[in-house]
């Protein structure tokens, strides 16, 4: 067994200064550690405002921790702070090293939702700009095939697939986004409550894919209201502390 | 990504002041700035912050007061943009830098066809044979999704969106590695918009182009840009990873300029 955690978070912190607000502060997350090992499901409860999702972007980078570390063991050994990672870097690991999935998709106009899916796989392959475009067509071709087997059994019907996403229905948007956030092995899987509009069908696809990804290492740390799959998925849970505003 | 290359395009200390300006008062204070090979980066900022200004100062149109840009060729060599010959920068332009103007007026030639627009960087390139020209702008045009049977008509005789997709048809056909947008999409109507913000999209990431593009639209950032820089009163005062400088401002200023929008 390899001792290591995938993840390892120290004395995380994150507070918002609202300067529009007089420069309010709103402290979030104060001292958040955990480990999170490979083929483990880590949910973090608590109610609402803990900061749980906070947690998840300050992980993915799309939110700036203040202090802290987040250690991330990559699939080649290496190890890299995710709370320092430059632009670049955060760029980078998000194309092969961690997937989001969140409840919302952010639709880009115009693409295909099979291409939303099928993207996320040609993107992770980094194609060189002198790549011929034979292999662009037959890695584009392979990447379509395998978001029709993910889409499919997410039961997303097939007469969507070649439709832009933006006018789906909130689970069928849903269903896209966890797709795509499957459709590449990652080391890291963020899941902000990622059955939050769908069935229960459709659920128990999610649990699959959750348990698939376990067991083939990915460290997974997810926000699960949905009480039957955080059950079904969850190896522990965590609860996040509370935080109290103060005035600046 | 090889995150250790060195910037395609590297600007430090650059300052600049318009001569009518307030004295004092400078247009570019200060701007440090990255490019690196691929990289899409977004300068966003209201009118006057000086983001047409900084686009202009780093393509050589004019000349700032301090600070240096430099430019690493395709050929490996790196050169200060502003003591490059006026030969060798106008060579630049036309081979490996593209701009795309605000106004498609400004950067098309609006007295010849859509074919000799999109074929004169070609010709300046050497190219001659008239077959290979008129195949090259035709596959030009459909790939920026306007009607090749059109290659003879006058830009004058297409809308405003079909003026920019050829602008853009113009500026990528000799395959530049840096390409230069001061707001692409304004003045489009929003359908319009959409379209042309998909192909800029799609055509960045087929051909591999490192961009800047100048905007005030904080939507054309979060869709194209992997890093944002924000632009006030001449001063960079945030830049990061785009959805960071979105969802996470720090700068009073940048929080004033995504809470003014909807759902950016």
């Known amino acids: ?22 420069g309010l502060v709103l402290p979030v997350l104060d001292e958040v550690s955990l480990d999170l090992n490979a083929g483990e499901c880590v949910a973090l409860v608590g109610p609402s405002g803990r900061g749980k999702s906070t947690l998840m972007k300050c992980l993915h980078g799309s939110y700036g921790a203040d202090v802290g570390s987040a250690r991330l063991t990559l699939s080649d050994g290496a190890t890299t702070n995710l709370l320092q990672a430059s632009p670049r870097e955060i760029i980078e690991l998000r ?4 997937a989001y999935v969140s409840q919302f998709l952010r639709a880009v106009p115009r693409v295909p939702a099979l291409d939303v899916v099928a993207e996320r796989l040609l993107d992770a392959l980094g194609f060189e700009a002198d790549a011929d475009a034979e292999s662009t067509d037959a890695a584009l071709a392979a990447a379509r095939d395998h978001a029709r087997t993910l889409l499919a059994r997410l039961n ?18 849903q269903r896209v986004n966890i797709a795509r956030g499957f459709i590449l092995p990652a080391t890291l899987l963020l899941l902000d409550e990622p059955t939050a509009s769908l069935d229960a069908a459709n659920r128990r696809v999610v649990i699959e894919l959750i348990d698939e990804a376990k067991a083939r290492g990915a460290a997974i740390l997810g926000i699960f209201h949905d009480e039957e799959v955080r059950r079904a998925v969850a190896t522990h849970e965590i609860e996040l502390g509370a935080a109290h505003a103060i005035a600046a | 990504m090889n995150l250790h290359d060195d910037p395609l395009l590297s600007v430090r200390g650059l300052c600049f002041r318009h001569a009518r300006g307030p004295s004092g008062q400078w247009t570019l204070s200060d701007i440090d ?7 899409v980066v977004a300068i ?26 430099d430019y690493r060729c395709a050929d490996g060599r790196t050169v200060d943009i502003h003591t490059l010959p006026e030969r060798e920068r106008r060579r630049l332009a036309r081979t490996e830098w593209g701009f795309v103007e605000q106004q498609a007026a400004d950067g098309l030639r609006m007295n010849v066809s859509a074919g000799a627009n999109v074929g004169e960087r070609l010709m300046a390139l050497g190219e001659r044979r008239y077959a290979s020209l008129r195949d090259q702008a035709d596959d ?78 904080l939507g054309v950032a979060r869709l194209l840009a992997h890093r944002t820089v924000v632009m006030q009163a001449g001063r960079i005062v945030e830049q990061g990873l785009t959805d960071r400088v979105l969802d996470d401002p720090r700068h009073p200023y940048t929080q004033l300029l995504v809470s003014s929008v909807v759902a950016p």
């Open chain 1, 156 to 173: 997303l019907p097939p007469g969507l697939w070649q439709l832009p996403p933006a006018t789906f229905s909130g689970g069928e948007q």
């Open chain 2, 140 to 217: 030009w045009l459909r790939r920026v999704e306007l009607d090749p049977a059109r290659i003879d008509d006058s830009p004058r005789e297409f809308s405003g969106g079909m003026r920019q997709r050829l602008q853009i048809a113009r500026n990528l056909v000799t395959h530049p590695r840096l390409v230069l947008m001061d707001e692409p999409t304004s003045g489009l109507d929003v359908s319009v918009q959409a379209r042309l913000l998909d192909l800029i999209r799609m055509l960045v990431a087929r051909l591999k182009l490192s961009a800047l593009i100048v905007t005030h639209d």
């Open chain 2, 33 to 39: 700035l990255d490019l690196h090979a691929g990289e």
């Open chain 1, 1 to 22: 067994m390899n001792a290591r955690p995938v993840l390892s978070v120290r004395g995380l912190g994150k507070r918002f200064t609202l300067h529009l607000r007089g």
């Open chain 1, 95 to 98: 194309r092969r090293e961690m």
């Open chain 2, 44 to 69: 966003v900022g209201e009118s006057g912050s000086g983001k047409s200004t900084l686009l202009n100062a780093l393509s050589g149109r004019i000349w700032p007061a301090a600070g240096r840009v």
